[in-house]
């Protein structure tokens, strides 16, 4: 029999300040945060939502995500994007889900409490910019940006709330003003402090659309709610000893051993494992490593990685263990630090190796800078290697745009610490990058660039004869949209799916043929959605792939095809934006392509579909280029076409035991 689940949303007016708080049944076909953000989407465009899973209220580790969905001005698109740990006090103010439609008069905050019986709300009106110019925090030096707003709104508004464990803040930085790449930030509260781990809503510049299209720049939240249907620990080891012979706890620390130590490797999270493992695929100097030999890359792994870069992290941060989580309950403690400087992968790569900056202090005021601007660190790192490369090869003057002269860079592709200093080069590259953001940002001079990289980049080869476009790196999406790729040099980061920029898509490192990879990329967003569909954190998808529908619908009662359900959503968001969907539309894209399939053909690979694409590609390799995206976008409308069945299921270890009698 299914049982009626209760969820409740919290619909704000912010022109009228009136607001409804709203019963949901699940015969609506909402059992999730992205089900609910596609619904009002598909309702309303100019909506933006922010919401829980069902499991929120639960001990189960990973399962408290925060996750936001709007038009992406950005990716100009439907776009969905998630904060760690955030949803662990946003469940105490007693809704799922959070709707705000209209737009502020005036910058405002939006201020969400639950005295434990009722909820309230208010908008108050707040200038932004003193906060972002500095603020005296509590610490002795002023906190600008996003740091100084988040540390203003906490101060100001914690008192309202009955403890400093019911409440938090999320906010935007000063690139959401005047860009379509501002992201949304928040940070762990922790002993009546704001700490150094923050968590992003990163991703296809939300914030921008936060506070360009409803004028909020912050949101404080938080409350008392007694969640009366919780899971017990007891029924929650009793679904992990069925399926996986182990209790939770023990199993979740078994499969989630790559974001907190890998023995094997002696380091751990994704900087430290992803580091380690990336040896000749690492993409550095603006993806020019691409064209590299596989002797030059691994030896700029070996002296720039390996000997430096790496080797800083594991003595500072591995050794010392200095780890957190984001903010829930979870043995993982995937946040590895150093002092105030949180360290993930891609942030540290993207404003790292791809900037031309393989030192950690270069590296942590590079990344500190973009934080406090509230932009994504990969999306700027892609930007940024785009412009330095133009700049250290002549393509356009930089002074112009108020930008510092080439003098102050060193950018080009270097193997060997002969060729570049590792500590003075870096350090001279990160303070260039941080340079040219605060143009962008603040110079008048640069204002071409604040549309982001694919208009400045058809700008810039409009203006001058070097074709500048050609050395850019992104994914276009509709008229204007676009997206710098994940850090990982593999051809499904450079797929037409429906939402970019996130990890809807198969990124093995293996060579497929491109309907395949259409195809897995298909099955990946279906998987992919029973983490953000359900607010679970994807560091646990291992379990949470194949058990998640088990827990949800023994104990809520539900007669759901789970698989089936999030594949429909998937289906219906391809549906809607895959008319949007861009061919690449730069040489250095398809040299990705090119050089990843030499790459396999260096190592020996004798797949006769592989030599086929190699020899298009020496005959036409933008031809190829285009042909093989053509490709992988009829895999996906293939696998969208055959429906939630033809996909394979997720199998736990027991199930494939079983399966294979």
């Known amino acids: 029999m299914q049982h009626d689940i209760i969820q409740r949303e919290l619909v704000i007016n912010l022109l009228t300040e009136q607001w409804t708080l709203n019963e949901l049944h699940v015969d609506q076909n909402i059992l999730g945060p992205v089900d609910y953000g596609w619904d009002r989407y598909k309702k309303y465009p100019d909506s933006f939502t922010f919401g829980q899973g069902l499991l929120a209220g639960s001990s189960i580790p990973g399962a408290r995500r925060l996750v936001f969905c709007a038009f992406s001005p950005q990716w100009d698109g439907f776009y969905v994007s998630s904060m760690g740990g955030a949803a662990y006090t946003f469940h105490g103010l007693g809704a799922d889900y959070v709707g705000l439609r209209g737009r502020c008069t005036r910058p405002s905050v939006l201020i969400l409490n639950n005295d434990g019986e009722q909820i309230s709300v208010r908008i108050e009106p707040l200038d932004?910019?003193?906060?972002?110019?500095?603020?005296?925090?509590?610490?002795?030096?002023?906190?600008?940006?996003?740091?100084?707003?988040?540390?203003?709104?906490?101060?100001?508004?914690?008192?309202?709330?009955?403890?400093?464990?019911?409440?938090?803040?999320?906010?935007?930085?000063?690139?959401?003003?005047?860009?379509?790449?501002?992201?949304?930030?928040?940070?762990?509260?922790?002993?009546?402090?704001?700490?150094?781990?923050?968590?992003?809503?990163?991703?296809?510049?939300?914030?921008?659309?936060?506070?360009?299209?409803?004028?909020?720049?912050?949101?404080?939240?938080?409350?008392?709610w007694k969640d009366p249907d919780l899971l017990t620990s007891k029924e929650i080891n009793g679904y992990f000893l069925e399926h996986f012979g182990e209790k939770l706890n023990k199993y979740d620390i078994a499969v989630t051993e790559k974001y907190r130590y890998t023995e094997k490797f002696n380091t751990g999270g994704t900087f430290g494992v992803n580091m380690h493992q990336t040896t000749d695929r690492l993409l550095t100097f603006n993806y020019t490593s691409a064209y590299a030999s596989e002797e030059e890359r691994r030896s700029q792994h070996k002296h720039f990685i390996k000997d430096h870069y790496l080797k800083q992290f594991n003595e500072e941060t591995i050794k010392t263990k200095n780890f957190e989580h984001c903010g829930e309950p979870c043995a993982v403690a995937c946040k590895k630090l150093r002092g105030k400087y949180k360290k993930d992968y891609e942030p540290y790569q993207a404003l790292g190796p791809q900037t031309g900056v393989f030192d950690q202090r270069a590296a942590e005021i590079f990344n500190d800078h973009i934080d406090a601007m509230g932009l994504d660190a990969i999306q700027t790192g892609g930007y940024l290697a785009w412009i330095m490369e133009c700049v250290a090869t002549d393509l356009f003057p930089p002074e112009e745009y108020g930008f510092p002269p080439k003098s102050e860079l060193s950018f080009k592709f270097a193997s060997s610490p002969d060729d570049f200093d590792v500590v003075n080069d870096s350090m001279k590259n990160a303070k260039y990058g941080i340079a040219v953001i605060n143009a962008i940002l603040f110079d008048e001079r640069a204002k071409v660039f604040r549309q982001g990289i694919r208009g400045a980049a058809y700008e810039m080869e409009k203006r001058y004869d070097t074709e500048p476009l050609h050395r850019a790196v992104y994914l276009a999406h509709g008229e204007y949209g676009y997206m710098v790729p994940n850090q990982y040099w593999v051809p499904g980061m450079g797929s037409p799916m429906p939402i970019m920029g996130k990890y809807y898509v198969y990124y093995g490192s293996e060579f497929l043929m491109p309907d395949a990879l259409g195809k897995r990329n298909v099955e990946r967003m279906t998987y992919e959605l029973f983490s953000d569909n359900t607010g679970i954190c994807r560091f646990h998808r291992k379990w949470s792939e194949s058990i998640t529908d088990e827990i949800i619908k023994a104990h809520f009662k539900l007669d759901v095809d789970y698989k089936k359900h999030q594949f429909n959503l998937a289906k219906e968001i391809n549906d809607h934006e895959s008319s949007k969907s861009v061919p690449w539309e730069t040489t250095r894209m398809a040299d990705l392509l090119l050089t990843f399939l030499e790459y396999w053909g260096e190592f020996g690979l004798k797949d006769p579909q592989l030599q086929r694409w190699m020899k298009l590609a020496e005959e036409d390799k933008l031809l190829a280029a285009q042909a093989f995206w053509q490709s992988i976008h009829k895999g996906q409308a293939d696998a969208f076409k055959a429906g939630a069945d033809a996909l394979p299921d997720i199998l736990t270890p027991a199930q494939a035991a079983k399966s294979s009698d």
Not at 130 to 155: C, H, M, N, T, V
């Open 128 to 224: 932004p910019h003193p906060y972002w110019e500095g603020y005296q925090g509590s610490a002795e030096e002023k906190l600008i940006g996003f740091f100084g707003l988040q540390q203003y709104l906490f101060d100001t508004y914690k008192d309202e709330y009955s403890s400093l464990k019911k409440v938090r803040v999320f906010a935007v930085g000063p690139s959401a003003e005047n860009t379509p790449e501002g992201i949304i930030g928040s940070s762990t509260i922790k002993r009546g402090k704001i700490t150094p781990v923050v968590d992003w809503c990163g991703r296809g510049g939300l914030g921008s659309r936060l506070f360009q299209q409803h004028n909020i720049i912050g949101c404080v939240f938080g409350g008392d």
